[in-house]
């Protein structure tokens, strides 16, 4: 149910007024009306409640104003610090900061709780602009480049979940998005569900599934499918320390270790066998370190480290 707004009754302003012009406003009793339910009948107003004793707060709120600001006045920002104004708090139950709600036409028409990276939420910002009838497209957009590198630091970070809702916000803006859906295939095996990321490889769009940055991913899936059937880490450690010259135990050893996402490990296991001995198996060793470089990613610390001495070993 719609909180009774009209029930808050004005009193004296407890903020600064904000810049003219200024999309992003300091808001209380006194302002509500006017700047919340007045203002959003003409377009959305964001309204974040938030503390100054709150660390998320003061991490999403930067963020979100950033964001506001791109659109030029289309969106404006009201922020209400609940501990200067409990009585609007109470009228829309806040339970727990930072909290978030899109108003329009007078009403709350979405939001969300806790701290969102920037990208999700110009992407949170530019589905509500498009849902209003207004024009998508502006300068508060998603920049896809700028949320592709968000969301692979976050992923290299280990934040799969975020890295995760990046990568699918970019997709319901562009289901086409390549690189995005090969990010969320890389969440995918980085969750360890790589039957699931199997299926999707098998079923994306042919503009997708045709481009090379899918490559990667195709050798991320196969190695770890490799990695999900190499054996206990422990067992086939021992046997190496048994007999150094087990190259079979040493290779699947460094599968083992790739399965456990020890993927320095893993590249100094096969390496341990193109030094010993690079034929070995037809290569196999040599072989199975390129197939690691794909699948990490030419950028990947690892990857480049591992070339290095590689390189160092075959051309000694």
Partial sequence: MTPPFSQLSPQKPDAPA????????????????????????????VVDFWAPWCGPCKQLGPALENAVRGYKGAVTLAKIDIDKN???????????IPAVFAFFQGKPVDGFMGALPEAQIKS????????????????????????LKQAAEYLATGDVATAQAIYADILDQDPAHAAAYAGLLRCLVAL?????????????????????????????????????????????????????ADHQARFDLALAHYAKGEKE?????????????????????????????????????????????????LFA
């Fill in 124 to 147: 949170w910002l530019e589905k509500l602009v498009k849902a209003t009838g207004g024009e998508g497209g502006v300068e508060g957009a998603v920049d896809f480049d700028a949320a």
């Fill in 192 to 244: 360890g569900d790589v039957a699931q990321a199997k299926r999707m490889l098998e079923s994306a769009p042919e503009s997708v599934a045709k481009d090379k940055v899918l490559d990667s991913v195709r050798a991320a899936i196969e190695v770890a499918e490799q990695a999900g059937q190499s054996g206990s880490l422990a067992d086939l450690a021992e046997k190496v320390a048994r007999d150094p």
């Fill in 18 to 45: 904000a810049a003219p012009g200024d999309p992003v406003k300091d808001v209380g009793l006194a302002t509500f009306m006017a700047d919340v339910i007045e203002a959003s009948r003409a377009h959305i107003v």
């Fill in 86 to 96: 409990p009585d609007i708090a109470r009228q829309m139950q806040i339970q727990s």
């Fill in 265 to 313: 490990q893993a590249a100094d296991r096969l390496l341990d066998i193109v030094r010993r001995d690079r034929a070995w198996n037809d290569e196999a060793a040599r072989k199975q370190l390129v197939k690691f470089f794909e699948a990490m990613g030419p950028t990947d610390p690892v990857t480049i480290a591992a070339r290095k001495r590689l390189s160092s070993i």
